[in-house]
């Protein structure tokens, strides 16, 4: 029996699905919504990066967590990848000395 030495570069449908424990017919439609990325080939198939491995799990965390339609979590998912960006630009400014602070309310 051949194993494999390193992880696979891309995978097929039916790995990716396989791998993250869902259904080819869900995959395909997260790709639909724009949800997951994914590349086609000559014969339209699509083929996923390993990358998507998290972003799947992240997806079914929400769905679970928070009980959102997958219309939505196209949303939810653009929205806290925003605010991560957002975050990231912010720390690397200086804070300005005695200048207001996020958290108060006046």
Excluded: C
């Excluded at 029996?1 to 259904?23: K, N, V």
């Excluded at 196209?74 to 207001?100: H, K």
């Amino acid at each position: 029996m051949p194993y494999a030495l390193t992880r696979p570069r891309r995978l097929d449908i039916e790995s990716f699905a396989r791998a993250t424990g869902t259904h080819p017919e869900l995959v395909r439609r997260l790709v639909v919504l724009g949800v997951l990325d994914a590349q086609r080939d000559a014969a339209g198939e699509l083929w996923f990066t390993v990358s998507q491995l998290p972003a799947m799990a992240r997806v079914q965390r929400l769905r679970a967590g928070f009980a959102l339609n997958y219309a939505a979590l196209g949303l939810v998912v653009d929205l806290l990848d925003r605010i991560a960006e957002l975050e990231s630009v912010t720390r690397g400014r200086p804070r300005i000395p005695g200048g207001p602070k996020w958290t108060s309310t006046s």
